[in-house]
């Protein structure tokens, strides 16, 4: 089973998975926002297409880790999720991986036209791999 990763925006949403055993992130896509009927359509497609069964959405905290307005949009649409999707979904820190993620582009010697297209699903890919350490690591210190 794979977890999915969103990176929300107002008008795209980045998209990562997990291989089926969640030890790697691989960003997958940018999903263009049509609406909440076809927006709902899509998500369950993805979870059924690719036997999801957990989804992390980064959250957007202020740098002090306050909840500021995109923080409250994102919840917003975490409960919108949760209103058609029986799994979990866990709100995750997403401070600084846009910036982390138009640095690895940068240094990939992409322009920065081009890099707009790839921005979000690369920061799910880095919110994704994250929490995936951050997974393995609680299992390890449980097993010591």
Partial sequence: MRVLAIDHGDKKIGLALSD??????QPFSCYEVRGKKADKAHFISLVADYDISEIIVGHPLQMDGARGERALKVEAF???????????IVLWDERLTTR?????????????REAKKYKDQLSAGII????????RSNREGASS
């Fill in 20 to 25: 089926p055993l969640q030890i790697t992130a």
């Fill in 128 to 135: 994704l791999s994250e929490y995936l350490e951050s997974k």
């Fill in 78 to 88: 975490v409960g919108w999720l949760r209103s058609f999707l029986d799994l979990p």
């Fill in 100 to 112: 982390e993620a138009y640095d690895i582009l940068r240094q990939q010697n992409i322009k920065q």
